[in-house]
């Protein structure tokens, strides 16, 4: 009997399951949508039921789509978004509120206290990374301090794939590339949670799942209900495999230092894996999903890239496909006839590190067209990714095809 492997991503706007063979053939897949709430400015946040009830209609659809028995199937393996705070849940692991996910821009007063409390050579010295109300461990003072009720409750805040390993398997554990992009108290040269770090933020690490685990280890082994539920087999392995754009790089083919792939979704991601700690606050740093106790994944990226073509086909009205906004902005030459977009909707990640940036049509004349437009678009999203790129070598960082 062939032992087939399902794969699911969970991710900003929509879950994703794949059934494949030992060989890599595809043999169904399956998507579920689902929405985000913003609502304030720089706000976003996602119920933890939008995931699972994601994950279960996609799996569902691929299962159906392959026309496989649920004994051939062996292992689930499960990547997500980035979760920020995680998903606040109570003795129970019953969610208590949203999570505050990776796009949420609101913990600016947070982020500046701890630049102050703790310094940006500090932070970076023990976890890789910056303050920024990007990473989780500043939504989580956020939350300390706006929603006292939720914290007082909260048993532990799970990020969007321990969530779904626990629903999957009633284990708590987060595995360590999830656990690096929180930032802030995970200390990346040991691959561990910082007590020291943790300390002086004053938050508890017992909120937070105490079991680090490689995305190479089995999470746990699919529980009765939730194998009902999916339509698979109880007791086969499950797999926490981290972050969405880590996960995609290894799809893409990263397996070693100097790779580099660029992952486009609600969000642009470009990363590169490294055996080297990190050289500059201005990207993000975490474990590598393959190896992690030796690499490093390291990106930059928009906050919105999807999502800003997403709202300009928005401003259209219904009708307006994209294969003819493709057309119309494929007949525009580069550079949009002096037409520049920054794709600043949400704020900016890296490397300008701004949650007050907004987005700006610049050079707008009446000789400009729609296609001018959605060409800038593009061409603002490709702005930013190249932005990144120089961030990386002025870093000193190189990476193949330079």
């Given at each position: 009997m062939p032992e087939l492997l399902l794969g699911v991503d969970v991710g900003t706007s929509s879950a994703k399951a794949v059934v494949v063979n030992s060989s890599g053939r595809v043999l169904g897949e399956g998507q579920a949508t689902y929405g985000l709430a913003t609502p304030r400015p720089n706000w976003a946040e996602q119920e933890a039921e939008a995931w699972w009830n994601g994950l279960v209609g996609a799996v569902r659809k691929a299962l159906e789509a392959s026309r496989v028995r649920r004994e051939e199937v062996a292992t689930l393996a499960v990547s997500a978004l980035y979760g920020g705070s995680g998903v606040p849940v109570d003795q129970n692991l019953r969610p208590l509120a949203p999570a505050l996910i990776w796009m949420d821009r609101r913990a600016e007063e947070e982020s500046a206290w701890v630049?102050?409390?703790?310094?940006?050579?500090?932070?970076?010295?023990?976890?890789?990374?910056?303050?920024?109300?990007?990473?989780?461990?500043t939504k989580l003072l956020w939350i300390r301090r706006h929603w006292p009720e939720v914290w007082a409750k909260a048993r532990y805040f799970l990020p969007p794939g321990s969530f779904l390993v626990h629903r999957l398997t009633g284990e708590v554990a987060v595995d360590h590339v999830t656990a690096g992009n929180l930032g802030g108290i995970y200390d990346l040269g040991?691959?561990?949670?910082?007590?020291?770090?943790?300390?002086?933020?004053?938050?508890?690490?017992?909120?937070?799942?105490?079991?680090?685990?490689?995305?190479?280890?089995?999470?746990?082994?699919?529980?009765?209900e939730a194998a009902q539920t999916l339509g698979l087999s109880p007791g086969i392995p499950v797999f926490s495999a981290g972050i969405d754009a880590a996960v995609a790089t290894l799809s893409a083919g990263a397996v070693g230092p100097g790779l580099h792939v660029a992952m486009l979704g609600t969000s642009m991601c470009w990363g590169f894996v490294s055996s080297e700690l990190p050289k500059t606050p201005a990207l993000v740093s975490m474990p590598y999903v393959l190896e992690p106790e030796r690499l490093v994944y390291t990106f930059g990226g928009a906050a919105t890239a999807g999502a800003a073509v997403a709202w300009f086909r928005s401003l259209l009205g219904e009708g307006t496909d994209l294969a003819t906004l493709e057309e119309e902005a494929a007949g525009v030459p580069p550079e949009s006839a002096g037409l520049v977009f920054l794709p600043y909707l949400m704020g900016e990640r890296s490397p300008i590190w701004?949650?007050?940036?907004?987005?700006?049509?610049?050079?707008?004349?009446?000789?400009?067209?729609?296609?001018?437009?959605?060409?800038?678009?593009?061409?603002?999203?490709?702005?930013?990714?190249?932005?990144?790129?120089?961030?990386?070598?002025?870093?000193?960082?190189?990476?193949?095809?330079?």
């Amino acid at each position: 009997m062939p032992e087939l492997l399902l794969g699911v991503d969970v991710g900003t706007s929509s879950a994703k399951a794949v059934v494949v063979n030992s060989s890599g053939r595809v043999l169904g897949e399956g998507q579920a949508t689902y929405g985000l709430a913003t609502p304030r400015p720089n706000w976003a946040e996602q119920e933890a039921e939008a995931w699972w009830n994601g994950l279960v209609g996609a799996v569902r659809k691929a299962l159906e789509a392959s026309r496989v028995r649920r004994e051939e199937v062996a292992t689930l393996a499960v990547s997500a978004l980035y979760g920020g705070s995680g998903v606040p849940v109570d003795q129970n692991l019953r969610p208590l509120a949203p999570a505050l996910i990776w796009m949420d821009r609101r913990a600016e007063e947070e982020s500046a206290w701890v630049l102050e409390k703790v310094g940006l050579e500090r932070l970076f010295a023990v976890t890789g990374n910056g303050a920024d109300p990007y990473y989780g461990f500043t939504k989580l003072l956020w939350i300390r301090r706006h929603w006292p009720e939720v914290w007082a409750k909260a048993r532990y805040f799970l990020p969007p794939g321990s969530f779904l390993v626990h629903r999957l398997t009633g284990e708590v554990a987060v595995d360590h590339v999830t656990a690096g992009n929180l930032g802030g108290i995970y200390d990346l040269g040991r691959r561990a949670w910082s007590e020291s770090l943790a300390e002086v933020l004053g938050i508890p690490l017992e909120r937070l799942p105490q079991r680090l685990i490689a995305p190479t280890e089995p999470a746990g082994r699919l529980g009765e209900e939730a194998a009902q539920t999916l339509g698979l087999s109880p007791g086969i392995p499950v797999f926490s495999a981290g972050i969405d754009a880590a996960v995609a790089t290894l799809s893409a083919g990263a397996v070693g230092p100097g790779l580099h792939v660029a992952m486009l979704g609600t969000s642009m991601c470009w990363g590169f894996v490294s055996s080297e700690l990190p050289k500059t606050p201005a990207l993000v740093s975490m474990p590598y999903v393959l190896e992690p106790e030796r690499l490093v994944y390291t990106f930059g990226g928009a906050a919105t890239a999807g999502a800003a073509v997403a709202w300009f086909r928005s401003l259209l009205g219904e009708g307006t496909d994209l294969a003819t906004l493709e057309e119309e902005a494929a007949g525009v030459p580069p550079e949009s006839a002096g037409l520049v977009f920054l794709p600043y909707l949400m704020g900016e990640r890296s490397p300008i590190w701004d949650p007050r940036a907004r987005g700006v049509f610049a050079g707008l004349s009446l000789a400009h067209t729609r296609g001018h437009l959605y060409r800038a678009v593009l061409e603002g999203l490709a702005y930013a990714l190249q932005h990144n790129l120089e961030a990386a070598r002025q870093a000193g960082y190189r990476v193949e095809g330079e």
